[in-house]
């Protein structure tokens, strides 16, 4: 099965910053990677797919990038409303849907 | 409005059995594969199952394999997972996902998620 690999497990930032969080699969996925964010409590929302398309309703802020292997989520100004849970989930060879073990996004 | 309900989450001793329901709605449910996700207390998210839109192709974790069977009612619009041989470590809360292929060929997301429901196994 593919494993996915996230860093930083947490962060804290400030409201304003840009902010990166890295997904890295065991093997080449190409671009099948999901973004998904949670709030405590809340179920989890796609944000981005087949890398870095934006899911409709998602603000323009988000991005994704990356293939292969290596992907990246960017927050280019942090809201307020973006302090929550973050993760990668591969799409390449599903099922098993493998997620990343998440980044916490905190309030510095 | 496209919506995903859970239900049948509960507190359960070890070695019991649960049957979990998601109700689907402003969709048609028959036309979309689903997913079963679930999430530990303070971990993160676990694909569970895995169920065909005929319903005829099944797939499970290793983790509940043997333990557990996703089956779906499409004239109820309902999804299910019957959980059996219950465990400590399947404490949870469960979601049921809609998986969309949102470009073609293949890119697949799991765009509709339900609120979740909580199962605790404990003595």
């Known amino acids: 099965d593919i494993q996915m690999t996230q860093s930083p497990s947490s962060l804290s930032a400030s409201v304003g910053d840009r902010v990166s969080i890295t997904c890295r699969a065991s093997q080449s996925i190409s671009n099948y990677l999901n973004w998904y964010q949670q709030k405590p409590g809340k179920a989890p929302k796609l944000l981005t797919y087949a890398a870095s398309i934006l899911q409709s309703g998602v603000p323009s802020r988000f991005s994704g990038s990356g293939s292969g292997t290596d992907f990246t989520l960017t927050i280019s100004s942090l809201q307020p409303e973006d302090f929550a849970t973050y993760y990668c989930q591969q799409s390449y060879s599903a099922p098993p849907y493998t997620f990343g073990q998440g980044t916490k996004v905190e309030i510095k | 409005e496209v919506q995903l309900v859970e239900s049948g989450g509960d507190l359960v001793q070890p070695g019991g059995s649960l049957r979990l329901s998601c109700a689907a709605s402003g969709f048609t449910f028959g036309s979309y594969n689903m997913n079963w996700v679930r999430q530990a207390p303070g971990k993160g998210l676990e694909w569970v199952s895995h169920i065909t839109r005929s319903g005829n192709t099944t797939y499970y974790a290793d983790s509940v394999k043997g333990r557990v069977t996703i089956s779906r009612d499409t004239a109820k619009n309902s999804l299910y997972l019957q959980l059996n041989s219950l465990r400590a470590e399947d404490t949870a809360v469960y979601y049921c996902?809609?998986?969309?292929?949102?470009?073609?060929?293949?890119?697949?997301?799991?765009?509709?998620w339900g609120q979740g429901t909580t199962v605790t196994v404990s003595s």
């Open positions: 996902a809609r998986i969309e292929q949102l470009v073609s060929p293949n890119y697949y997301a799991m765009d509709v």
